[in-house]
């Protein structure tokens, strides 16, 4: 017949199992976040229990300790053996290399084994490991290596595998109910449960704060290991405009969705003679995310681009991509460039991007940065034609956006596109282009040039005027077929500056006479003098703007009104902060009361007389410090009106004198937690009404007596 006594113990080791078992599983659980499959979380599951209870369940049988693991350490590696019995490393390799390849691995992780073996073995030592210290004495040992299965999901993700904290609260919860249920001392249930409930409470709460918190430079060991890359070797699309130009016709893309422009390449280095774009290249997450981001204002788009006459290996987006439908595309980060290693014949894929497109009256506001956008301002010597040109043109402007838009329009105004012109990129070809005599004959390409020449002359003009500028390459929308295809052509080809601003992106600039593919910028004419002050007192037109914006006329357009002033805080939030304050207060006051009566409980009887004197002293009553412990407590049931005081009292002088003059109860501790009660319960309400909510809380006990 099974007794309760025996059913409790029962449930008792049953628990002692369970619990070290779900901490340890919960961590594997957050370790198994990078894979992003539900089933390879069940895996880890499974992983990180098996192994414990297996452990557990042989030492039940009589097997001996060392002799059981050695077992379980034999079959887990031989399952990680057999994992990678199909992947192109050994199992030595995988292990040796396991930490480089999953920092530098695309995330999410690919479900292969050479990425799955090094976890999955990990976590079944950790098991063991746990199963083996479940009979140690202050039982910290599954929290620990549950703690590091949950260190190493979330390193591997940046802190996404447990974005909101949830994980490392359940951790933490499952942490105390476990010492509070399975504690070896002999006090009753419900103090602990008391005691340790506002500790957990606490500490989610402070968890759950520290996750909201935001972190402006997360850390990630990925930035310690330099990931693989690929060096691609491909021709320049710049050279290529001409001869697109000259076949104006023929059908170069398919394309369905949002109609904008497509980026081909981005070209960001110039030696005089060429651009040049990026040759290293790293592999796109393989859900297909760049991990790029789009600035403040930028417009997103999604297309469905097909290749027909193109050929090549860039693969053209709406602007930065953010998203890519292929698992073999590379990435240049840098500018965002995407590459195809394989055959692009027929090839049809998906992309979302966006394209930077602030208003105008953050353009007039811009100012350029100063610091890491060196690479993007670098040019060659100048002639000192070529030189005094490029200054007399921003002659008049004032503000960075005013400098880039006084060269658009110069180039479109004083230019002329023509498809047959020469190509090249070089200086001498551009000073030809911009400085040249058409007259002359011995000067080709004077005044005349493919959209290479307008781009390339912004971007050398851009730059000597210290705005950073890059080239790209890519194609207009192209003209709608029918059934929501666009055709994109030769004609289509078009190369184009853009200018970063402090704050708002990469903003496009198209120089080409006559394109539309961006709107064309308006010349910015110097801010008028204020005008209670004379004209002479106003700052030159060459010198920089003050910070504040000028008010804008009664004809501005809208998008130069000045911006609405930054909202005030609702008026609620120093309500809700003071509130917070005081609820963290109280708290933090009910915990430690909390610890107090912990730690006069463990005192045993000299504690139980600490705690009368401390409700004495929430009374507004304090015994004399030279008076006897009978006498004060004697005093002490008169003022309270009860009997407990006393035999509370007595129990602590013989504790501290002597044995007890007769035989002990059967349980001296009952009838010591039942006196205190009794004094608690009639010290509180000795108070008046509006101080009994203070009670628990109040700080009073803590001055020195």
Wanted: a negative charge; glycine letters at 10%.
């Amino acid at each position: 017949m099974i007794t309760t006594e025996t059913a409790r113990g029962a449930a008792v080791q049953g628990l002692r199992v369970a619990w070290p078992t779900a901490l340890v599983v919960v961590g594997a659980s957050v370790l198994a976040a990078p894979w992003h499959h539900w089933w390879v979380t069940l895996i880890f599951a499974l992983t990180a229990a098996l192994p414990l209870l297996l452990l557990r369940g042989a030492l039940r049988l009589g097997m001996s300790r060392w002799v059981a693991t050695a077992l379980l350490v034999l079959l887990s590696v031989m399952g990680a053996y057999l994992l990678t019995s199909r992947a192109e490393m050994s199992l030595g390799e995988t292990v040796r290399d396991v930490v480089p390849r999953l920092l530098t691995a695309p995330t999410p992780y690919a479900t292969s084994a050479d990425l799955l073996a090094g976890p999955l073995l990990a976590t079944a030592l950790v098991s063991l490991l746990v199963g083996l210290r479940l009979e140690g004495r202050h039982r910290v040992e599954a929290l620990v290596g549950a703690v590091l299965l949950y260190l190493g999901g979330v390193l591997l993700t940046g802190g996404d595998a447990d974005p909101w904290g949830l994980a490392a609260a359940l951790l933490l919860a499952l942490a105390v109910a476990g010492w509070v249920l399975l504690d070896d001392h002999a006090e009753p249930l419900r103090p602990r449960v008391a005691t340790a409930a506002p500790l957990g409470v606490v500490g989610v709460g402070v968890l759950a704060a520290v996750a909201t918190l935001p972190v402006a430079n997360g850390y990630s060991p990925r930035e310690l290991v330099e990931p693989p890359t690929y060096q691609v070797t491909a021709s320049n699309p710049l050279t290529q405009l001409g001869a697109w130009a000259t076949n104006p016709s023929v059908e170069l893309l398919r394309v369905r969705g949002d109609d904008v422009p497509l980026r081909l390449v981005v070209l960001d280095d110039y030696d005089g003679t060429q651009w040049y774009s990026a040759t290293r290249f790293e592999t796109v997450r393989t859900t297909g995310e760049t991990g790029l981001r789009l600035d403040r204002y930028a417009v997103g788009s999604q297309v469905q681009v097909a290749f027909a006459g193109l050929g090549g290996n860039w693969l053209p987006s709406p602007g930065t991509p953010l998203d890519i439908g292929m698992t073999d595309a590379l990435l240049d980060d840098g500018t965002g460039t995407l590459y195809h290693r394989g055959d692009t014949d027929e090839l049809t894929y998906e992309v979302t991007g966006g394209y930077d497109e602030p208003p105008e009256a953050a353009l007039l506001r811009a100012q350029v940065p100063t610091r890491g956008f060196e690479r993007y301002t670098e040019l060659p010597p100048l002639s000192p034609g070529l030189a005094e040109y490029a200054g007399a043109i921003v002659a008049d402007a004032g503000t960075p956006y005013a400098r880039a838009a006084a060269i658009e329009q110069q180039l479109r105004r004083a230019y002329q596109f023509s498809p047959s012109a020469p190509s090249g990129s070089a200086l001498y070809r551009l000073e030809a282009f911009l400085l040249g005599d058409p007259d002359d004959p011995s000067v080709t390409g004077a005044r005349q040039g493919t959209s290479e020449q307008f781009a390339s002359s912004f971007a050398v003009l851009a730059r000597f005027n210290g705005l950073p500028t890059r080239v790209v390459v890519g194609f207009g929308p192209g003209q709608d077929v029918g059934e929501g295809t666009r055709s994109v052509r030769g004609e289509d080809a078009l190369a184009w500056a853009e200018v970063y601003f402090e704050g708002l992106g990469w903003v496009a600039f198209s120089p080409t006479p006559d394109d539309e593919t961006f709107t064309p910028r308006q010349p910015v004419s110097p801010p008028p003098s204020p005008p209670d002050q004379p004209e002479s007192e106003g700052p030159p037109p060459s010198e920089p703007p003050s910070s504040e914006a000028p008010a804008p006329s009664s004809d501005s357009p809208p998008d130069a009104a000045a911006p609405a002033p930054v909202a005030s805080p609702p008026a609620w939030r120093p309500y809700a902060v003071a509130g917070a304050g005081l609820a963290g207060l109280a708290v933090l006051l009910l915990v430690l009361r909390g610890l107090r009566r912990l730690w006069h409980r463990r005192r045993g009887a000299a504690g139980a007389w600490a705690e009368v004197l401390d409700a004495l002293r929430l009374t507004g009553w304090r015994p004399a410090p030279h008076q006897p412990a009978d006498l004060a407590a004697a005093e002490a049931d008169a003022r309270l009106g009860t009997t407990a005081a006393v035999p509370v009292a007595g129990l602590a002088e013989q504790a501290a004198f002597g044995p007890p003059a007769g035989p002990p109860s059967a349980d001296p501790g009952a009838d010591r937690r039942t006196h205190l009660r009794a004094v608690r319960r009639a010290a509180r309400h000795l108070l008046p009404w509006y101080r009994r909510w203070w009670y628990h809380l109040d700080p009073r006990v803590f001055a020195p007596r």
